[in-house]
């Protein structure tokens, strides 16, 4: 029997994409668990239920105390391809466990599987066969993130997964880098063991960045797949929650520094500095822009702190790495650099937004656009002169409020502000605005088209109205700093509409909806602009509107994490209510506990209550 490159023998090497997998090439899975009985039976049972592809599940159980390691003795005494290593000690991490399952492991492949996660439906099959097809010591396929309770899925750097692909190396595709997750891909044992790759032992946070970094520096072949093959659980509300959601403490920041720093060592420890010049510009478009969006929300010690680890990790990122990371991740890194103390976050935040926000004021050094005035060698490179961006790629600010209609009981107004931006607004002639709002985890969709008016920077009549000009005015260079633009907005209509669409998906028809804002300028230079809007005194008192409909429907502004708006909606008396009453716990001091009473002396203080002439 013939053996290919990745040392796996195949029953026919020429006979291209194989129907099914021979019965010498099945796939072991590692699972992983610690004091997770409650989920981990599911994990195991989703990669038995891949089919003959799944030749042995090894569950390894780091030392639990919950029960996890007798649930998985009672699952593998019914199910034969099921072992189950029982770690004396606990490691402190996700490296040991995964280590040990790969030596326990004697299938031909192998993949990982997290206790609280889950493998859907065909997913090893559609990773072996491209493994198979194209001789490739690793393939990747598509990881899903899905929020629970409610099921939202997002894909997991969708970009690299849109269609099938076999890549020679990962220098010859540096973006493989931007994808460290370990569990969603096949991995040919032979090449494992023939290059010594393991995961960092121990308490090592994020060691999934350091194996990646010892796969992609040994030069595999990569096949990609483009179906779903891993599904990531996020549970925000969990008890003790994941570690790319621990972000709470710097220790975290600090943990995620240390790997990224670990994977660039093993790419020069290669010789490979195109792939350590990739980690650094992938650090700097994802890593930084992550945990500055939250910074704003830290306190002093975690700022601080924070800045000083992120200095000490820009300062190896030279010029090029800079200039080959998107523009805000390049802006913050030199705003970062540039100053020793944290400044400015609500305004990095913005920036770091997806997509990206640049707020006023807006400076100027030596004619070249810049953070501030006194930081003068963070520059704003892209926004003007030769090869500035296009006006569709500017990151424009647009801000927005929902205000209620004097006199309209169910309608409201919708009040952008767009901010302009070094004159390349002016110079775009914005000509029209499309507003989208469109209902999360939902197919309805709700637009509205205006016209924008310049709003002069000075001369306000104070009615809240720009002083000058209307939807004729002319825009151009000069015309004012900002547009506005005002659309009315039906609210019951709108609730009407997302009750509808729940009900087509027969989804749960008395929850509280949630609508994202989005709009499209269209300037006459520079093609279509699209962004999210900015929340602008969102977190107010929600309005309480009474209607024939719905008897009651409450609406308030909300901003996101990131600072976008989202118009949430609740129909009807039942929800409503629902929400009001999470809202008040939220508000409110927990009660304190108060030690039980002998009903004989809870009488007696009811009746004295009762009799003392106080309600």
């Given amino acids: 029997m013939a053996v290919n490159g990745s040392g796996i023998p195949v029953a026919h090497p020429a006979a291209g994409l194989p129907s099914a997998a021979p019965a010498d090439a099945r796939v072991g899975v590692v699972v992983i668990g610690y004091d997770d009985a409650a989920h981990i039976g599911h994990a195991v049972r989703s990669a038995l239920g891949q089919g003959p592809a799944v030749a042995e599940v090894v569950a390894v159980d780091d030392a639990s105390t919950d029960g ?312 704003l490179d892209g926004l003007t002169g030769p090869g500035a961006k296009p006006a569709r790629r500017l990151p424009v600010t647009v801000d927005a409020a929902l205000r209620r209609r004097a006199g309209r009981g169910r309608h409201a107004e919708l009040r952008l502000r767009v901010h302009e931006l070094y004159g390349r607004l002016a110079a775009a002639r914005p000509h029209g605005v499309d507003v989208e709002l469109r209902l999360r985890d939902g197919a309805s969709v709700q637009e509205h088209t205006a016209s924008p008016w310049p709003d002069e920077p000075a001369g306000s009549d104070g009615s809240g109205r720009p002083s000058g000009g209307g939807p004729d005015r002319p825009v151009g260079p000069g015309a004012g700093t900002s547009w506005v633009v005002s659309v009315p907005v039906d609210l019951a209509a709108l609730a009407a509409r997302g009750l509808l669409d729940a009900r087509a998906r027969r989804a749960l028809t008395t929850g509280s909806q949630a609508w994202d804002v989005r709009v499209r300028i269209h300037c006459a230079h520079g093609g279509t602009l699209r962004t999210a809007v900015r929340a602008v005194g969102a977190g107010s008192r929600p309005a309480v509107l009474l209607g024939a409909r719905y008897g009651l429907l409450l609406a308030q502004p909300h901003a996101t994490a990131s600072g976008s708006l989202v118009l949430r909606l609740a129909p009807g008396v039942r929800c409503a209510l629902g929400v009001a009453l999470r809202r008040a716990r939220t508000l409110l001091p927990p009660l304190p506990l108060l030690p039980p009473l002998p009903l004989p002396s809870l009488l007696r203080r009811t009746a004295a209550a009762r009799t003392d002439g106080r309600p």
């Fill in 68 to 379: 996890t390691g007798a649930l998985l003795d009672r699952l593998a005494a019914r199910e034969p391809r099921l072992r189950v290593v029982h770690r004396d000690v606990n490691s402190g991490g996700c490296g040991t466990p995964r280590n040990d399952g790969l030596r326990t492991v004697t299938t031909p492949y192998v993949m990982f599987l997290d206790s609280d996660d889950i493998l859907p439906r065909g997913a090893v099959t559609a990773l072996l066969r491209g493994a198979l097809a194209h001789d490739a010591p690793v393939t990747a396929g598509l990881c899903v993130r899905r929020e629970l309770p409610r099921r939202r899925d997002t894909p997991w750097q969708p970009a690299l997964y849109r269609r099938p692909a076999v890549h020679a190396s990962p220098e010859k595709h540096p973006a493989l880098l931007r994808d460290t997750l370990c569990v969603n891909k096949l991995y040919a044992r032979h090449f494992l063991d023939t290059h010594g790759i393991d995961f960092p032992e121990g308490p090592f946070p994020y060691e999934d960045f350091v194996f990646s970094a010892r796969v992609m520096a040994a030069g595999p072949r990569v096949a990609v797949v483009p179906d779903p093959v891993y599904v990531w659980h996020v549970r925000r509300g969990a008890a003790r929650p994941s570690i790319s959601l621990d972000r709470e403490r710097v220790a975290n920041w600090q943990a995620r520094v240390r790997a990224h720093e670990r994977g660039v060592e093993v790419f020069r420890d290669a010789g490979n500095e195109s792939l350590a010049h990739a980690a650094r510009v992938k650090f700097l478009d994802h890593d930084l822009r992550m945990y500055v969006r939250e910074l704003p929300g830290h306190g002093p010690a975690y700022r601080a702190a924070w800045w000083r680890a992120a200095r000490a990790a820009l300062a190896a990122c030279d010029e090029a790495d800079l200039r080959a990371a998107r523009a805000p991740a390049r802006w913050i890194a030199r705003v970062v650099l540039a100053s020793e103390t944290p400044r400015d976050l609500e305004r990095l935040a913005q920036l770091a937004a997806r997509p990206a926000r640049l707020l006023p004021p807006y400076a100027e050094a030596a004619g070249r656009p810049v953070w501030a005035a006194d930081l003068p060698r963070a520059v």
